[in-house]
């Protein structure tokens, strides 16, 4: 397993930007397929972006295609996910998670590590 620590959280307004960041501790991160999830008050946690080991294959929800992009940097161990036209709906806590996996998983039990989580805040 790899330990993993969000930042980047934070208030914006709608319409704004962030960029998350995920690092991770080990050095196997290449091995893993790296995911960013969310979890809004009251609400069961979704997926949002994954990017394969390599960084080739990346896949979105449809919620956040278009507007979000995730990228890695191995060489950092770490793990990005920019932001972009932020909407209301986005407001959340964002996780980071790793998957010992040469796929691209979208499903949170294919993940065996998890960040504490980042909170994220879109005003209207």
């Known amino acids: 397993q790899v330990q993993l620590v969000e930042s980047g959280g934070g208030l914006v307004q709608d319409g704004g930007s962030l960029r998350l960041s995920c690092a991770a501790s080990?050095?196997?991160?290449?091995?893993?397929?790296m995911g960013w999830f969310r979890q809004a008050p009251g609400k069961e946690r979704k997926f949002v972006a994954t990017?394969?080991?390599?960084?080739?294959?990346?896949h979105y929800a449809e919620s956040v295609k278009g507007r979000f992009a995730i990228s890695r940097d191995n060489a950092k161990n770490t793990v990005y996910l920019q932001m972009n036209s932020l909407k209301p709906e986005d407001t959340a806590v964002y996780y980071c998670?790793?998957?010992?996996?040469?796929?691209?998983?979208?499903?949170?039990?294919?993940?065996?590590?998890w960040g504490q989580g980042t909170q994220v805040t879109v005003s209207s």
């Open positions: 998670a790793a998957a010992n996996s040469y796929y691209v998983p979208t499903t949170s039990s294919d993940f065996g590590s």
């Open positions: 990017i394969s080991w390599s960084g080739i294959s990346t």
């Open positions: 080990g050095r196997t991160f290449n091995k893993y397929a």
